[in-house]
């Protein structure tokens, strides 16, 4: 096979961002040519083209030898691809790797086929120059025609190179858009989200400070008027004791005054100089009896509600039941689970069961038997306590907390959260909201209808609040003197109710 390449043969590729020497396409060989061109093959190689290559030029291949099918058709030849030896070979986009000086003539002329392998097939000692598709191999024409690959898909070796060559041209030019627009992401989208980012930051940042700031500024200055509002208070309760100290204080000395001016009457004078003083005396007594009881006045009391602040109370309320983590072995005890309601496996779901779904309950003294109420699992009695409860799915519950002296048998207002002294529970019913305490009820205007529910309570305040977190508003706010033990309180009458974690 001739090594020269023609300057038509070769073609120019230009990867991402470097320059790529030209690369020659592939030298057809001579036998290959002589296929394409009959007649010339015998002159140049000195000997008559194979029955492959005959084959390929438009005659019917066939085993060496086989006289009487030499000239007719043979149905199971591979088709003839004659017409497109010059457009696979010189027409397609086609790609030849560059070899040493001298390697790629010695191999051509030592194996005279177009392949260039040098290797050639096992079972017939023939040219490698098909491709068998079905086994992925190289064969020649005799394993097309007659071997084992008779009834396979297979193509030329010289199509098959120039359809691979296409395809890693095809290759390298989408890799090179992809390059391209990787270096274009880079170079101009990443900085832009780079900025973008540092600019959100700092924003964001700012944002932040100037927020917080504004919040302790507005803290500040409520806590500022608040210990004003102490103050005032202390000093208003303390000018009203002292009054009153001075004005009993001469109220006493009058009161003993008179009271010795009649003990010397009693001692000193005889009968009838008591008789003749007895209007002096009436007036004396008169006069000492005049002075009233000294009784309790409200004016000496310290009002606490002088450090009521909605801003304080909502900020107090959000960090205690948003910002700090509920006790997470806040269950429901089960002891006390009404025989209406249903006790998940995890003891923090209840659910109000249907009269077909409900089961005798064991007995205990602890359970509530008529109204669909439980207590929680702990009781308190100092400090301050949250827990959050989702009430989303449930149009009729009631939350809160109550004393382990509640009455759990029966069905009178004794045992029914929210009618008794024992109880102080927030109550839903289809839309409507209040606070119930010892049978008197609070009616509660609500603009939203809360999915959570927060209750806190401080039991040295003696305050009980119900918050939705949601909003961070206070749904309701309740003050009393809390001297027992208080447990969580709930009661479910339709859907369910969790307690939550944060």
């Known amino acids: 096979m001739s090594s020269d390449l023609n300057d038509s043969d070769l073609i120019p590729v230009s990867l991402h961002g470097n320059d790529v020497e030209l690369l020659a396409a592939a030298a057809v060989s001579d036998e290959e040519k002589s296929a394409c061109h009959p007649g010339e093959g015998e002159s140049q190689a000195g000997e008559k083209a194979p029955a492959a290559v005959a084959a390929a030029a438009g005659g019917a291949l066939h085993a060496p030898g086989d006289d009487k099918t030499r000239g007719k058709p043979d149905r199971n030849q591979p088709p003839d691809r004659s017409a497109d030896c010059s457009s696979d070979v010189n027409g397609d986009r086609s790609i030849a790797l560059p070899q040493k000086d001298g390697a790629q003539n010695s191999d051509k002329e030592d194996t005279g086929s177009g392949s260039g392998s040098g290797d050639r097939c096992a079972d017939h000692e023939s040219e490698l120059d098909w491709f068998c598709s079905t ?5 020649c024409s005799r394993c097309v025609v007659t071997g084992t690959c008779k009834s396979h898909t297979v193509t030329p070796v010289l199509k098959k190179a120039a359809d691979m060559r296409n395809k890693l041209v095809d290759a390298c030019e ?7 627009g990787v270096e274009r992401f880079v170079a101009e989208t990443l900085p832009v989200k780079k900025q973008a980012a540092l600019a959100g930051a700092a924003e964001a940042r700012e944002t932040l400070v100037q927020r917080f700031n504004l919040i302790r500024e507005a803290c500040e200055s409520e806590e500022q008027r608040l210990l004003e509002a102490v103050l005032e208070e202390e000093e208003r309760t303390q000018q009203a004791i002292l009054t009153q100290q001075a004005h009993w204080a001469e109220s006493l000395k009058h009161i003993s005054t008179a009271r010795g001016h009649l003990v010397r009457v009693l001692t000193e004078r005889d009968d009838l100089q008591l008789v003749n003083s007895t209007k002096e005396i009436l007036e004396r007594v008169e006069d000492a009896h005049s002075i009233l009881e000294p009784q309790d006045s409200r004016k000496m009391n310290f009002n606490s509600s002088c450090v009521q602040s909605p801003l304080l109370l909502g900020m107090w309320a959000t960090a205690a039941l948003v910002c700090r983590a509920a006790p997470a072995d806040l269950t429901f005890n089960d002891r006390t689970v009404s025989p209406l309601l249903g006790l998940s496996e995890d003891g923090r779901t209840l659910r109000f069961l249907p009269k077909r779904a409900r089961q005798p309950c064991e007995y205990s003294p602890e359970r509530f038997d008529r109204w669909p109420n439980a207590l929680a699992g702990r009781s308190f009695s100092t400090g301050t306590h949250s827990w959050l409860v989702g009430v989303k799915g449930s149009s009729a519950f ?10 759990r048998k029966g069905q009178g207002s004794e045992a029914r959260l929210g009618y008794n002294p024992h109880s102080w529970v927030l109550s839903h019913y289809e839309g409507d909201y209040s606070f119930s305490h010892a049978g ?5 205007s609500l603009l939203r209808r809360p999915a959570t529910v927060g209750v806190l309570l401080d039991c040295q305040a003696g305050q009980l609040l119900f918050f939705d977190p949601e909003s961070c508003s206070v749904l309701y706010s309740h003050h009393a003197s809390f001297t027992e033990q208080l447990y969580p309180a ?7 109710i969790t307690l939550l974690s944060h």
């Open 490 to 496: 709930f009661a479910v009458a339709d859907s369910s």
């Open 174 to 180: 989408k890799l090179q858009l992809k390059a391209a």
């Open 135 to 139: 086994e992925d191999r190289l064969i």
């Open 440 to 444: 008197r009820h609070h009616s509660l």
């Open 398 to 407: 009631k939350l809160g907390v109550s004393s382990g002296r509640i009455e």
